[in-house]
């Protein structure tokens, strides 16, 4: 999968939902009963009024449904994506129940619901321990020197076991019409090289839980307290060294950067303990002479840490990440076990209802016939002709800003309306299915279906090369609620399950719609001019089509929101970072500021008065209240800490106020005056797109 792909909340990524049905029309009302309340896309009971919407548009919009809504034990945040994910994920059980219990299947039925019943087996499960890694830890055993550890490194990566590094096939970035093998940097554990390395309190604290959640993982295998202990110092050791060799997250956001060519001879000579040309060919790659390398330096080092560290170290090394790997498939005291490190990582106080860790797994791995099934049921027609019409009349706004630009040349001003009126639009489900031919699903061998669909995945990948680049791949299954832009695709994928409320309703008034997934449609098209986007010509190539003074134009406003960003604060010491998460802020600032433009060309855009006004609110203001709710979180603190960190997304408040602070007609749809907390004088409005 290219790695380049932006999406709209990196919390939401993966959630399966099943409720991009319309609603029911209200009917007409029987006679001798009261009719139904017509529904409120506003609800004024989730706001708290006694903020000034000037001082805390965020509290003001959600503050009531925030004080309501405590995050669940199960959960590690609460917001308007979780709450979608929760009133659906039982929809998807009833799917994948009703195909576990089907007699007579056909291979999609058979495929997804034998894979469910294996994971919801717990009897079966439970009496089989850890015996489905023995075999991969009996190999191990028999690695005796560095020649045997790469190949067997090799032969774990083909069974999808990938470890050390980063391992891909995808669109080489200057050649979007080929792809090419990647190299990346990995082999860690913890979510960012940043945990190894920092020695705050909070690094510490989840440094020696991570220490101790080795040790007893290890002993869960059949290790001597004494032995345990060890392992997990050579894995800190391990790990530590190799954190130390990576990339920040914030470098890594640089495409130019990550761009390492090499012939394979070439690579080689970067690491001259490792022959890439025997490791390719054990990988399944054949005829290819060249690669990408995201990082050189962290593969110089590794080679460095391969050759100084003794081979039972690096049996240990591989033994762990088995481990770890396979910990959710297997007994319940290797469940609890990852859970309860994962509560010092995340707070989240109970452990997920194992269905819907199964179902899941079932869309991430799966996810082609999963999704045929939820489609199928779930999906309409009418959606997908709704979206249109609204990326339509996106574009169109976003055309009249980029010719409105009073800092951007002519020329530059028509490369740019080449690109979005290049995008490639993707919504709701693929045009054609992936068939998954050769994964093999057994009713009574869960880890054994993860091993074979984690395989086939792999060998999937591997049969790209020498092909077609296929662009009508999607990034998402339809279940999931989130959109994404792809840069070498020039595209913009909005699945199935992301078409419903707060982000999207047949029957809401525009301002809604507009506010919601409007804002989306924008968001996703604002990432192909973000500070990574822009950089993409309109075929998706990573090629410079700017004029130096247009560049340094855009740079300037930009640097102006990555500084807005960075003085927002989270927790006791925690800020946002301006840096990581510039791309997603442009992304949020560009993509309302163009669906506000697009909703006022709509009849209700161009109403005002009383009679335009719902529920006590005018065509504005319900316009910029639907784009709040959307927002709307409660995040644990252990988990926002984490997310800071790796997230280039910032927290819910930030994402809602720093564009609005922005955007003028807020200012006069709320009356905000100087003396608000949120107001900026007209001239210290950002605006870029």
């Keep these: 999968m290219n790695q380049q792909l932006t999406f709209l909340s990196v919390i939401a990524v993966s959630m399966a939902l099943t409720a991009a049905t319309p609603p029911k029309k209200i009917g007409k009302p029987v006679p001798g009963r009261p009719a139904a309340a017509p529904r409120k896309f506003i609800d004024p009971q989730n706001m708290d009024t006694s903020v000034k919407p000037g001082d805390n548009f965020y509290q003001y919009a959600n503050g009531n449904w925030l004080k309501q809504n405590a995050i669940p034990a199960s959960k590690t945040s609460w917001g308007s994506f979780n709450e979608l994910r929760e009133k659906s994920l039982d929809a998807m059980k009833s799917l994948l129940e009703d195909a576990s219990k089907t007699t007579t299947k056909g291979r999609l039925y058979q495929m997804v619901g034998d894979y469910y019943a294996s994971g919801i087996d717990s009897l079966t499960i439970e009496k089989r321990g850890f015996d489905p890694i023995k075999p991969d830890l009996a190999r191990i055993e028999k690695v005796n020197n560095k020649t045997a550890f790469l190949d067997e490194l090799a032969y774990q990566r083909s069974q999808g076991n990938g470890m050390l590094f980063g391992f891909f096939v995808a669109q080489d970035r200057k050649n979007v019409s080929k792809y090419l093998p990647q190299f990346s940097q990995g082999g860690t554990t913890l979510p960012d090289r ?396 560009g993509g309302l500021a163009i669906a506000y433009d697009a909703f006022k060309k709509t009849a209700q855009g161009k109403a005002n008065g009383k009679k335009a006004m719902i529920d006590g609110f005018t065509p504005d203001q319900r316009f910029f209240l639907s784009w709040a709710q959307v927002w709307r979180i409660n995040v644990l603190p252990e988990t926002q800490a984490q997310l800071i960190m790796t997230d280039p997304h910032a927290p819910g408040l930030y994402r809602c106020n720093g564009p609005l602070s922005n955007i003028t007609a807020w200012y006069q749809a709320f009356d905000v005056k100087p003396g608000d907390k949120m107001y900026k004088k007209p001239e210290d409005r950002i605006k870029v797109w």
Excluded: C
């Design 194 to 589: 940043d945990y190894y390395l920092k020695t705050d309190a909070r690094s510490l604290k989840i440094r020696d839980a991570y220490r101790d959640n080795l040790t007893k993982m290890f002993a869960l295998i059949g290790e001597e307290p004494t032995q345990a202990s060890q392992d997990a110092d050579v894995i800190l050791r391990v790990e530590t060294a190799l954190a130390k060799a990576q990339m920040a997250r914030v470098e890594m956001r640089d495409p130019y950067k990550t761009y390492n060519k090499f012939t394979v001879a070439n690579f080689s000579q970067q690491t001259p303990g490792i022959n890439w040309a025997d490791q390719l060919s054990k990988y399944g790659v054949k005829g290819q002479d060249t690669v990408l390398v995201q990082s050189p330096t962290f593969f110089r080092s590794l080679d460095s840490l391969v050759a100084a560290t003794p081979i039972e170290d690096l049996r240990t090394y591989m033994r762990w990440n088995i481990l770890k790997g396979a910990a959710p498939y297997l007994s319940d005291a290797f469940v609890k076990q990852s859970f309860a490190f994962s509560r010092v990582l995340t707070g989240q106080k109970e452990q997920t209802p194992r269905w819907q860790r199964v179902s899941g797994l079932i869309d991430g791995t799966l996810g082609d016939l999963l999704g045929q099934l939820y489609v199928q049921q779930y999906f309409k027609p009418e959606a997908k002709q709704r979206m249109l019409t609204l990326v339509d009349n996106l574009e169109a706004s976003y055309k009249e800003h980029i010719k409105g630009l009073d800092w951007m040349s002519e020329d530059t001003k028509k490369r740019a309306l080449t690109k979005l009126t290049s995008f490639k639009r993707k919504i709701g489900y693929p045009d054609k299915w992936k068939n998954y031919d050769g994964v093999t699903i057994a009713r009574n061998d869960f880890y054994g279906n993860v091993k074979s669909a984690g395989k086939w995945s792999y060998n999937y990948m591997i049969n790209r090369l020498g092909k077609p680049v296929d662009r009508t791949e999607w990034g998402m299954t339809p279940p999931t609620v989130n959109a994404y832009y792809n840069p070498v695709n020039n595209e913009i994928a909005f699945p199935a399950a992301i078409l419903q409320f707060p982000f999207f309703d047949f029957d809401a008034d525009d301002a809604i719609n507009y506010g919601g997934i409007g804002a989306v449609i924008g968001h996703e098209m604002t990432h192909g001019f973000d500070d990574q986007g822009r950089q993409y010509d309109a075929d998706g190539t990573l090629r410079d089509w700017w004029t130096k003074a247009d560049a340094d134009n855009f740079k300037k406003r930009a640097d102006q929101v990555k500084e807005q960003f960075f003085g927002f604060k989270v927790l006791d010491s925690i800020k946002v970072n301006g840096q990581l998460t510039l791309g997603e802020n442009l992304a949020d600032l």
